[in-house]
């Protein structure tokens, strides 16, 4: 027996979300399927409630429901130094580590000439805008190879301007055992090593 | 020592588990028979390594998901390799859990010898960088890795030389030459090592007195250099046209290029001999023996080569020889017929 086309049409668009598979597809859609008519509404209404009321702060490119995120809005932070970030993820990821009260940039991806990001497709235009009295940037893309050609090339663009650049430590865990570190963590974290 | 093998779809075997104890095991079959199923298979679970062109090749037909497990006893205790196979995806647990093909390297270590290593010489460039980067992979988890990010960065720089309004392109030139720099330095370094065990089985094996000597095709020049010469090809055709993914080994017996001038019968020699350094350089980083598997001595004619991996077989803690005749000294063997196990 065929799927009928509306389940098949249900089960490609949830493959198109990231991280589903057609297996997950499969099982996200006969879950969908038995879910009483208010659960669906309010899923359906949450999905577009926050595609409407979402937007990108128009400084930082954070996610946001004004104009200003929160971050950009609150002048308790510092102003004079900013964290590029690839996601506003990462972003979240960093504020919950709570050592942190300077200004973000989101760039929205990371370069990847292979998915056709370029410079030009991520925010970096707008971060060389944004400059002036600042002290610091923190380069804390990831350590994946496009994580690493993208802190690069800003770094790149920046070393024409006097402005300290830093780019994240990489290490081990806290609370890890070094005998079960992997061994490249382990490398960088020597060859990376400070005074104390 | 490798215990126990036990298989669910993989290809067209039937035997669901085989035994193995110390020593040689011989498992005597006609053509076939599933004999190369079978080491392939143990050496796919000691390796990660997909010896077909495609997952799914490894697949019973009409089959999604296929199986293999392997019991082995390192020493202290017995350890359980699990592989499962699915469409385009392999998964890889050692005792129960996710394990990636690098972690494998850190514990076991099998080397595969077969009738078709002879185009280690004769083929294409692709399989002596595919030797290479196999054997330095298992030996080195930095080279592992580092093979695994350069692949990235040539790729994502080809895609970036094909787009010209890409502004990063120097950046991925910056980690190319970076990256590069540090996999030809590996790979120089090992091929000496390779070279002076294989100049010595070779005269062990052969008694032409011939002297077998190997370097790298882009020895002696840096990977700067190269890249500048290429810069008029690589405009032309948008890819990245030099590095170690073009590099290749160059073979010669005396003086004369074994690829190119070489008999058959040196060819083979020479392959052999590669994969004797193989099996070496893996023992010195273990420091235990890897376990052999010899796939189909019998089709070796010549009797000088034959008689060097029998006992090279035979001289170790464990290898396991499969063939269409029953190897001249053995410690237990198998017979098998249409895949299944007989008596």
Not at chain 1, 24 to 52: C, G, P
Not at chain 2, 100 to 111: G, H, P
Request: include cysteine; aromatic fraction near 6%; glycine fraction near 6%.
């Amino acid at each position: 027996m065929r799927y009928p086309p509306s389940l098949l049409n249900l089960i490609r668009e949830l493959g198109k979300l990231p991280g589903v598979g057609p297996k997950s597809a499969q099982r996200l859609a006969f879950y969908l399927q038995k879910q009483t008519s208010n659960d669906i509404q309010a899923l359906a209404d949450a999905i577009l409630d926050a595609k409407d009321s979402l937007q990108q702060c128009k400084t930082c490119f954070n996610i946001s429901e004004k104009d200003q995120c929160a971050v950009c809005e609150d002048s308790l932070r510092k102003q004079n130094i900013i964290c590029v970030v690839a996601e506003a993820a990462d972003l979240l990821a960093i504020e919950r580590s709570g050592e942190y009260s300077g200004l973000y940039h989101v760039l929205h991806g990371n370069l990847s000439p292979m998915n056709g990001i370029g410079p030009d497709q991520l925010t970096i235009k707008a971060l060389l805008t944004r400059l002036d009295n600042i002290d610091e940037v923190i380069l804390a893309t990831s350590t994946t190879v496009e994580g690493e050609a993208t802190a690069m090339y800003i770094a790149k663009l920046l070393s024409e301007i006097e402005i300290n650049v830093s780019r994240i430590a990489y290490g081990l865990p806290v609370g890890g055992d070094l005998e079960y570190a992997d061994e490249v963590t382990l490398g960088r974290a020597i060859s990376n090593r400070r005074a104390v | 020592m490798l215990l126990s093998f036990s298989q669910i779809n993989y290809r067209n075997l039937k035997t669901p588990k085989l035994d193995f104890a110390k020593g040689l095991t011989a498992i005597v079959g006609q053509n076939a028979s599933g004999k190369t199923n079978i080491l392939e298979a143990i050496y796919l679970a000691y390796t990660g390594e997909v010896l077909a062109r495609r997952i799914d090749n490894l697949i019973k037909h009409d089959e999604t998901e296929a199986y293999v497990s392997l019991i082995i006893d390192s020493g202290f205790a017995q350890q359980k390799i699990e592989i499962g196979l699915s469409s385009g995806y392999k998964s890889i647990r050692i005792d129960s859990q996710n394990m990636r093909a690098v972690d494998l390297a850190k514990e076991f270590a099998a080397v595969l010898i077969r009738p078709e290593d002879a185009s280690l010489v004769h083929g294409s460039p692709s399989k002596r960088r595919a030797y290479l980067d196999s054997l330095l992979s298992r030996l080195s988890l930095r080279y592992a890795l580092l093979l695994k990010e350069y692949n990235r960065v040539v790729e994502q720089r080809n895609a970036a030389l094909k787009n010209h309004t890409d502004q990063s392109l120097p950046i991925w030139t910056q980690k190319f030459l970076e990256l590069g720099s540090e996999i030809m330095s590996l790979r120089e370094r090992a091929i000496k090592r390779i070279a002076e065990i294989a100049q010595e089985t070779y005269s062990e094996i052969a008694s032409d007195s011939k002297e077998l000597s190997l370097s790298l095709q882009s020895q002696g020049k840096s990977l700067e250099d190269l890249y500048l010469e290429s810069k008029a090809e690589e405009q032309q055709r948008a890819i990245t046209v030099v590095g170690p993914h073009r590099d290749d080994i160059k073979i010669f017996l005396n003086n004369y290029g074994v690829q190119s001038y070489g008999s058959r019968g040196e060819a083979r020699t020479t392959a052999l001999a590669l994969k004797v350094a193989e099996y070496q350089l893996l023992k010195e980083k273990q420091n235990h023996a890897p376990l052999l598997l010899l796939d189909d001595f019998s089709a070796e004619l010549d009797i000088n080569r034959r008689g060097f991996i029998l006992d090279l077989a035979s001289n170790i803690p464990q290898a396991i020889v499969t063939g269409t005749e029953l190897a001249p000294k053995y410690d237990q063997f198998y017979q098998l017929a249409g895949g299944v196990l007989g008596d």
